[in-house]
């Protein structure tokens, strides 16, 4: 049997905005390879199923999720302007209106983690990677004495995902830029006090 050619991480990313789009239940396999541009048998072949697409899917958006998350703090001159910046790209996301805007990884945990096993331990894995960067970020925020108070850098980096995963799903319902905006707002005072 010949294997599919192509270019795996486009075809990810393709599905990525496929399954933002509409979300993983509402994506059809036709939608799958009109985003892709693969046909089916190939898409099978490659991930078993749509589940199977899902799964690698997620892994390559925590990947460029990483790489971007990375670069956002790289280019600040602290820690508190890197979530500065950070939070506004939330933000930004938020409120573009844009269906492939949003987290992959919310989408999934709204629709299939509770009822996927496999899908839990990837977005569990997803969330310890990202809540460990985020306590380095606030252990050096606290290093370099743009930050103060009592809590802990774990501490704070909980409350900063828990803080971004209810202004995204705050953000479904209140369109309002500035609304959203001032949360962001709020959210950054209260995990750097």
């Not at 795996?8 to 892709?36: C, H, I, P, W």
């Not at 460990?132 to 606030?138: C, P």
């Amino acid at each position: 049997m010949r294997s599919a050619e192509f270019d795996r991480e486009v075809v990810l990313r393709a599905a990525m905005n496929a399954f933002m789009e509409k979300g993983y239940n509402k994506t059809s396999m036709q939608d799958l390879k009109l985003a892709t541009g693969l046909h089916p048998g190939s898409i099978y072949c490659a991930f078993e199923n749509k589940k199977g697409l899902l799964l690698a899917s997620l892994e390559q958006y925590n990947l460029d999720r990483s790489e971007e998350l990375k670069s956002i703090f790289n280019g600040q001159v602290d820690a508190r302007s890197g979530l500065r910046a950070y939070l506004d790209s939330i933000v930004a996301e938020c409120i573009s209106g844009d269906p492939t805007q949003s987290c992959l990884s919310q989408k999934a945990i709204n629709e299939i983690a509770q009822t996927d096993e496999q899908a839990q331990v990837v977005l569990s894995q997803q969330c310890v990677m990202w809540q460990s960067f985020m306590k380095d970020v606030f252990s050096q925020a606290k290093l370099e004495g743009v930050i103060s108070g009592p809590r802990d850098p774990q501490q704070r980096a909980q409350s900063l995902i828990v803080g971004i995963y209810g202004l995204r799903t705050f953000s479904q319902a209140q369109k309002d830029p500035e609304v959203i905006s001032g949360i962001a707002n709020q959210l950054l005072i209260d995990v750097c006090r």
